[in-house]
């Protein structure tokens, strides 16, 4: 089978999943600390988006760095599919809490999670039907 750069398992994944996850915590960060976000319904919504990416794609990372110092890549069907789907919905949700809040430097690092995360399900999508 054709190793798909990007796709769970390889190196560029891991890369994409460790950038996903540092952008969603600067977005975070810089929510947390510079503004009153608990006032505003965007900058909640924001907030909580983040607060599931992180986990998401950090949990991912170590995935995708097991399977890269092991050589050995993820490749069952099912898991495939919810990390697809993970992927999709978060880069959904991603995006919309990033245009919510588009006035606002953390909107910028939603928008460069929000384009990992889009490049990342893109790659996985493409692997699933030859699984």
Not at 92 to 97: E, F, R
């Amino acid at each position: 089978m054709d190793e798909v750069p990007g796709s769970v398992g390889t190196s560029a994944s891991f890369a994409l999943r460790l950038g996903q996850t540092l952008f969603s915590s600067a977005s975070l960060l810089f929510m947390s600390v510079g503004v009153d976000f608990y006032g505003y319904t965007a900058f909640c919504y924001l907030v909580t988006i983040m607060g599931l990416v992180i986990p998401w794609s950090f949990t991912l990372a170590l995935v995708d760095g097991y399977s890269v110092l092991v050589k050995c890549p993820l490749r069952q069907p099912g898991i495939m599919a919810i990390i697809v789907v993970g992927d999709w919905v978060l880069s959904i949700l991603t995006l919309a809490a990033a245009c919510s809040t588009s006035s606002v430097i953390s909107a910028t690092m939603a928008f460069f999670s929000w384009f990992l995360s889009l490049a990342s399900s893109l790659f996985n999508l493409w692997l699933l039907p030859s699984l």
